[in-house]
Nanobody, 127 residues
Framework: QVRLVESGGGLVQAGGSLRLSCAASGRISGRFAMGWFRQAPGKEREFVSAISWSADRTDYTDSVKGRFTISRSNAKNTVYLQMNSLKPEDPAIYYC????????????????????WGQGTQVTVSA
């Protein structure tokens, strides 16, 4: 079993920045593609960003391109989401997810492709 724990959420003014972290522990042998999703009240969980095991491929939803950056450290079993220029439409609970993969360069954008989820961290943006 893999356990994911997010941190770094909080309250920030519009235009500000936050850096989310997601630490993995447990039976983490093998390769995992990682992703970040978010869910606002009354809305479905949506894809934000993903990164391959080898970290050479990344993807972002259009609304965060140019503002958010995903990265990872396999040595530390940690994935990060640097969020800059936060906007009033960004607030949500942000979830980290891990997907078992046999491809070093693969990544996933669908909720159903992920095997493990964190408990989420709240991001709030004030106007």
């Amino acid at each position: 079993q893999v356990r994911l724990v997010e941190s770094g959420g909080g309250l920030v003014q519009a235009g500000g920045s936050l850096r989310l972290s997601c630490a993995a522990s447990g039976r983490i042998s093998g390769r995992f593609a990682m992703g970040w999703f978010r869910q606002a009240p009354g809305k479905e969980r949506e894809f934000v960003s993903a990164i391959s095991w080898s970290a050479d491929r990344t993807d972002y939803t259009d609304s965060v391109k140019g503002r958010f950056t995903i990265s990872r450290s396999n040595a530390k079993n940690t994935v990060y989401l640097q969020m800059n220029s936060l906007k009033p439409e960004d607030p949500a609970i942000y979830y980290c997810a891990a997907a078992v993969t046999y491809r070093g360069t693969g990544y996933y954008t669908r909720v159903l492709d992920y095997n493990y989820w964190g408990q989420g961290t709240q991001v709030t943006v004030s106007a």
